[in-house]
């Protein structure tokens, strides 16, 4: 174990093994990457280890970076290595355990007090319930990386720009290497992969190769077909719903591609609007008068195509944001958020999740249940469909905060 000397205020910490017969090997060190963890999320601070007969190392350290949730319920872990020596996430605060049969405890902290040749642990362990109690288990063999979400085939215009992405799943860090036709494209060696300006030279069959420490994975070709613009205008951009703020501004947007210029006229509820002719819509100050359903029509001398309708809801209501943070794991480490709204008229509700995996982690279910004061009617709702909510909040930065009005751009009201 050794403190480095560094420019940074900060202590800077370093994990060294030496086998006989072998160089030094660093395990771990500030700002790496944290095995078991999202990209981004690295070392902050490392304990003192314990180590076995086999040379193998087992160490508490806490956590910091973007990549992953953390706060200071969530910044710290066990890591060890497993008998195949490779160094894997054991236990992090914030999961929850079986402290006894069908009842469950979420870590606050733990401590190391034993390390077999086995790699099996004997552990402290307190719970934010304030119980404590001393445990053994394992450090389980690492997962080779495998691919949750496969790249897929696309079909594209000329000029337009293109993102193909892979979502991995397994212990990392992980290292991404995209192909094109079999040969190693330079420098795209990222989770997704951008074409701009799709010409016919980008035609072809697109694979990439995902590898961690553990082991290496090949993703399933992803075709990607260019066309020629078309003659008469087509949509690549519909419009989408939008929530504005009493008095302040409302936007629609949609593009049209077409071999010759496109132009743009919009309508709401089915009239023309005088001299909105351009891609965008804008409304400012929005006022409720301005709440209906739009389109927009996109022409050239070959004809003319309408898009999708999308809706503006106009409200002097500020939202009133309930949010949670933590860290979600497997199994039994799942985390479960609810809340309750009275009265009996309709309300509309928007629900926001982020984090790396969101699409395949989230389940979210409506249901009334009945309560000693609540009046309201007591059939049961059936579940909030938000499938198209989420797949909306994708083309969202999650940097934005809730409460900014412009977060509720392309979202649908729904009651």
Request: contains cysteine; negative net charge; charged residues 20%.
């Amino acid at each position: 174990m050794s403190t480095l000397a560094s420019e940074s205020p900060n202590t800077q910490y370093a994990l060294f093994r030496y086998k006989s017969g072998t160089n030094l090997e660093l395990i771990a060190k500030t700002g790496n990457q944290a095995p078991g963890t999202f990209e981004g999320t690295v070392f902050q601070t490392i304990a003192s280890p314990k180590i076995n007969n086999n040379g193998q190392l087992a160490f508490v350290a806490t956590l910091d970076g973007e990549g992953d949730t953390i706060s200071d319920t969530t910044d710290s872990g066990i890591w060890a290595h497993d008998q195949g020596d490779n160094l894997v996430l054991v236990e992090r605060e914030g999961n929850t355990v079986e402290a006894r049969d069908s009842e469950f405890r979420t870590l606050a902290g733990f401590e190391i007090g034993g390390f077999n040749d086995n790699s099996e642990f004997a552990l402290k362990l307190n719970f934010t319930n304030g119980d404590s109690g001393v445990a053994t288990t394992i450090a389980e063999p690492a997962s080779p990386p495998s691919i949750a979400t496969q790249p897929g085939d696309t079909n594209t215009y000329m000029g337009e720009t293109i993102t193909l992405s892979v979502v991995a799943t397994g212990q990392g860090p992980f290292i991404y290497q995209w192909y094109f036709n079999g040969e190693l494209i330079e420098g795209a060696t990222e989770a997704t992969f951008t074409i701009e300006g799709a010409s016919e030279l980008d035609e072809g069959e697109y694979t990439v190769s995902v590898i961690s420490p553990i082991g290496q994975t090949e993703s399933s070709f992803a075709s990607l077909s260019v066309q020629a613009l078309p003659d008469m205008p087509t949509f690549v951009d519909q419009p989408l719903g939008y929530i504005a703020y009493m008095g302040d501004s409302a936007i629609l947007d949609a593009r049209a591609v077409a071999s010759t210029p496109v132009s743009y006229q919009w309508y709401k509820d089915g009239s023309p609007i005088d001299g909105a002719t351009s891609d965008v819509l804008s409304i400012n100050p929005a006022i409720r008068e301005d709440e209906g359903d739009y389109h927009v029509v996109a022409s050239n001398a070959f004809g003319e195509v309408q898009s999708a309708t999308a809706d503006i809801l106009v409200t002097d209501r500020r939202l009133i944001n309930i949010s949670t943070r933590a860290h979600v794991g497997t199994g039994a480490n799942v985390l479960i958020a609810g809340f309750a709204i009275g009265g009996t008229e309709k309300k509309t509700v928007l629900i926001r999740v982020s984090g790396p995996r969101w699409p395949i982690l989230v389940s979210i279910t409506c249901s009334l249940i009945q309560s000693s004061n609540f009046t309201g009617p007591m059939d049961s709702s059936p579940p909030i469909q938000v499938g198209r909510a989420l797949q909306i909040r994708q083309k969202l930065s999650t940097q934005q905060p809730l409460s900014e009005p412009s977060v509720y751009r392309r979202i649908r009201k729904t009651q």
